[in-house]
């Protein structure tokens, strides 16, 4: 295994602000990897410099062993092996969607067959519809197809599925995992903790412009050895008590209320209750 | 697949320019028709002579000649270019391994398009019914070209470089509109050059459109007519001097300010 981002100390400021304080990230190859954090924590800043989008002030940063800050030839032939999917865009409208893939599959030395790309996006009925005709959803589709024709082996993913509905994003999901099957490392952000789960090989949660952890989703914050919640009611109160042998406590109460126990509850922190915690948030 | 140039890639870029072009109605009735209302309005309303042998709608059809390049270059870019920079079109292309230039010469080409079919219409539509009369030699056509490919280098890359100056693409119409109409009035594109103030002309001589217009008059209308313009003479050499030096500024500006992405 290779790596395909490696950033140390990086550093970026916006005048007064400190965007990126001291970042350090590495990312091997074939692996989706999600980037957790709230609005304001550097996630959008340390994307984009990746992406050659933006300078950076100080540091290390190496995408497929090349910096990413380098201007003109170099630069263009790296960008052949990347696909970015931006946040929400809404141009092309006056194109169909075969236009549009086809017309961006010249851009690049290896291009996917467009045909192919719109059908793995599952726009294939609405190829020859013109892109302001199509729903959110399709849309979003459309960017993802636009990021992968040119074979990229590492795409960025920039809150892919804000605004769908559930079907669509489990769909939108196994298209994910059709990509880095097909080898390519995925660089997700998203705001959508179940996202992260159900994707992610391994996440890193960025807070004030440091990664605070780096973890597989169920190992995050000591998240698999936390100690479980049992609830359950005891005549009129509501019961709970945190415990390391849940097992243990449930067989107990079952013995004490001699079969079922009133409103059982047995409940393991969630991927949710980790990451608002390391974030310093509450949990409402 | 062998590795696509900048030229090839700019060529099909030009193509989806003047595809995405025709697909939007408004801008084609905007750009295309509204020359033509406003010939039919100034044609019809001004049928008097201003010099002898010479129509105010003969001297007009020269002006809005003029004007179609900076509608076509100047003002379709820098309404068009915030736009896109708004859309997140701009920052995908800037995503890709597509070449910079690629994107400006499919630009080019939408100009250079609509530019011409501008310029005939005008030309069609003055003859047809307002009797203007075509020039007659070979050298004031070879002028006229001339003074179109100048003329609209100069007004593309203008364009490009305002683009920047919008804060958005909703109100980049509203900044860049009354730049072009201002113009138009201080340039004697709706009114003889030598009847507005003088301090109008001095300041119309800074801008190109005057020159254009000046050029443009120098094909269209006849040679004695020449003697009737501020100077007593065309003026070709100096017209084609400050149009090049707008154009080498222009150049520099849109080099130095082109931004892929709003702040």
């Known amino acids: ?284 | 697949m062998s590795k696509p140039t900048a030229l090839s890639i700019g060529l099909q870029r030009g193509r989806l320019e003047i595809k995405q072009f025709i697909r939007q109605r408004e801008s084609v009735v905007f750009t295309m028709l509204f020359p033509l209302i406003l010939l039919a309005i100034f044609g019809s309303v001004f049928s008097n002579s201003i010099a002898k042998g010479v129509t105010f709608s003969q001297y007009f059809v020269a002006g809005m000649i003029a004007s179609g390049m900076v509608n076509t270059g100047f003002q379709q870019l820098a309404i068009m270019i915030p736009m896109e920079r708004d859309f997140g079109t701009l920052k995908r292309l800037r995503g890709t391994p597509m070449p910079a230039s690629s994107y400006f010469i499919g630009k080019a080409i939408l100009v250079t398009i609509s530019m011409v079919i501008q310029v005939f219409l005008l030309i069609a539509a003055g003859v047809l019914f307002f009797g203007v009369h075509l020039p007659k030699t070979a050298d004031k056509w070879l002028l006229l070209t001339a003074l179109l490919i100048l003329g609209s280098a100069c007004s593309t890359v203008l364009g490009i470089a305002f683009s920047n100056v919008p804060k958005s693409g909703r109100g980049a119409s509203a900044v860049v509109s009354p730049v072009v109409i201002v113009l138009q009035f201080f340039s004697g594109v709706f009114f003889v050059f030598t009847q507005l103030p003088h301090w109008m002309q001095q300041v119309a001589a800074i801008f190109p459109l005057k020159w254009m217009t000046q050029g443009a008059r120098s094909v269209f209308l006849p040679d004695s007519f020449a003697t009737r313009e501020v100077a007593g003479n065309w003026e070709t050499g100096r017209t084609f001097a400050i149009i090049t030096a707008w154009l080498v500024f222009g150049l520099i500006w849109a080099i130095r300010s082109f931004k892929w992405e709003r702040d």
């Not at chain 1, 005048?15 to 692996?31: H, R, W």
């Not at chain 1, 159900?198 to 989703?217: F, M």
């Not at chain 1, 609830?231 to 004490?256: C, I, M, Y």
């Not at chain 1, 209320?257 to 991927?271: D, I, Q, T």
């Open chain 1, 1 to 284: 295994m290779s790596t395909v981002i490696s950033v140390s100390k990086l550093r970026k400021s916006y005048g007064e602000t400190t965007a990126v304080d001291g970042l350090d990230l590495a990312i091997e190859q074939g692996e989706i990897f999600a980037l957790l954090g709230p609005n304001g924590a550097g996630k959008t800043t340390t994307v984009e410099i990746l992406e050659g989008f933006r300078d950076r002030d100080s540091g290390d940063v190496r995408v497929l062993d090349f910096d990413p800050a380098t201007k003109g030839h170099a630069g263009q032939r790296w960008r052949d092996r990347i696909g970015i999917v931006l946040q929400s865009t809404q141009d092309a409208g006056d194109l169909t969607v075969f236009e549009s893939v086809s017309h961006f599959a010249r851009y690049y030395e290896n291009p996917k067959d467009p045909r192919e790309v719109i059908e793995l996006v599952g726009l294939t009925e609405k190829s020859d519809a013109l892109g302001r005709t199509l729903s959110g959803g399709q849309r979003r589709r459309l960017d993802v197809a636009l990021g992968i024709i040119g074979s990229p082996e590492l795409i960025f993913l920039d809150e892919p599925t804000t605004g769908f509905d559930p079907e669509a994003r489990r769909a939108f999901w196994s298209l994910i995992r059709t990509l880095r099957d097909e080898g390519a490392t995925i660089l997700l952000t998203t705001h959508y903790l179940d996202e992260a789960e159900a994707l992610a090989d391994r996440v890193a949660v960025i807070n004030r412009g440091k990664i605070i952890e780096v973890s597989t989703p169920d190992q995050l914050g000591g998240r698999a050895t936390s100690l479980a919640t049992v609830s359950w009611r005891d005549g009129t109160e509501l019961r709970s008590e945190k415990s390391a042998n849940p097992t243990a406590l449930v067989k107990t109460l079952a013995e004490q209320f001699g079969g079922e126990v009133p409103e059982l509850n047995v409940k393991r922190a969630s991927l949710e209750d980790i990451y608002l915690e390391m974030i310093g948030g509450t949990h409402e």
